[in-house]
């Protein structure tokens, strides 16, 4: 309920959690290990959309 308050905010809206966590991550492990998780998940979805953007290419 105390994040919905602030949500409209544009300095303490919702865009700024992923900072948020990121800053966390330095001290706390729950939150170093979701960064770690996010950055993995990241890693995979670029390196998918990759292999699929080169299966998709016209061969010569």
Do not use: C, H, Q
Request: glycine share 10%; aromatic share 16%.
């Amino acid at each position: 309920m105390f994040g919905g308050i602030f949500g409209f905010m544009p300095i303490a809206g919702f865009w700024m959690l992923p900072l948020g966590i990121l800053v966390l991550s330095v001290d706390y492990p729950f939150a170093r290990r979701l960064r770690r998780k996010t950055e993995v998940w990241w890693g995979r979805r670029k390196r998918r959309k990759a292999v699929l953007k080169l299966e998709n290419t016209p061969a010569e």
